[in-house]
């Protein structure tokens, strides 16, 4: 995530549907065994005749337990609160996948962030010398991979050098063939557009894709490239960006960072039919913070940790 820009103007009637009905995780057709005709699966979560929802981790069609079964409780957890079960389900989507457990934005990453049940996986694109689109957040190599060039300077093939096997720093094509699940797709530069549209066009992968920047004329670059683009608005301006600019980029997410979320500014995002994620939120007392305030999808780190804080607000 990164700065944002002035607030600009445009056109509210852009908006596209009324927000709160769109679904970002896209779930067909998913038989669970054990539920018969008595189970309603709700996006990646079962509803039991008793109206309690149960996550579903990976890509299982068994009978799958609340995923907190499966997760040690930190001790920290015992002071939050559980959630209303009137609190609408929270996406849990992971920052640059698992990047606890291992390097960000690589397939180890990513595979780590898909076995601890998150609902989405965040990760940064950049391109290189050659014009190719990978997944990295830095324009430069130093801080992950020790080498103090930018990625811009290199071509592929001087990239394929550096990691080995899964702890590499991928294509975003290999990741659209790696992980299944819908993808936050950031970015900083409009250099990147071009490419990231066509790859994930070729992967038949824009309905699960959410692409999300602070760069405004980068996202007019996008819509412009791709009208059926799916928009997500970062922000870390003190006042909320302009009904009118949400409108004009027809956003489907407003993304504020954490300490900027409020009920009022939820609330009136939701108005304008715009749903709200939140970054990046590693705390426990922070989850509790921003999902009281109603927001639909929060960004972390620590993707155990935030989906035993779901599972529990479920129950």
Known sequence: MGPGLAQQGGDLGALVGDGRSFGIVLVVSVHIGGGGDDAVEVGRHRRDPAGRRHALVGQSTTDVPLVHDAIPTPPDWRWIPILSEMTP???AIAHRGDPIGERENTLASFSAAVRQGADMVELDLRRTADGVIVVLHDATLERLWGVARPVADLDLAALRE?????????????????????????????DVVVGAVDAVRDAHAMARSLFV???????????????EARIGLTWIEPEPPEPT?????????????????????VDAAHRLGVKVSTWTVDEPRHMARVAEAGVDAIVSNQIADLRYFISREVM
């Open 89 to 91: 389900m929270i996406l």
């Open 162 to 190: 550096i990691g080995t096997g899964s702890d590499r720093i991928p294509t975003l094509q290999e990741v659209l063939g790696a992980v299944d699940l819908p993808l936050m797709v950031d970015f900083t530069e409009a």
């Open 213 to 227: 920047t602070w760069n405004v004329e980068a996202l007019r670059a996008l819509r412009a490239r791709a009208p």
């Open 245 to 265: 600019l949400l409108g004009e980029l027809g956003a489907e997410f407003w993304n504020p960072m954490f300490r900027l979320v409020t009920s009022d500014r």
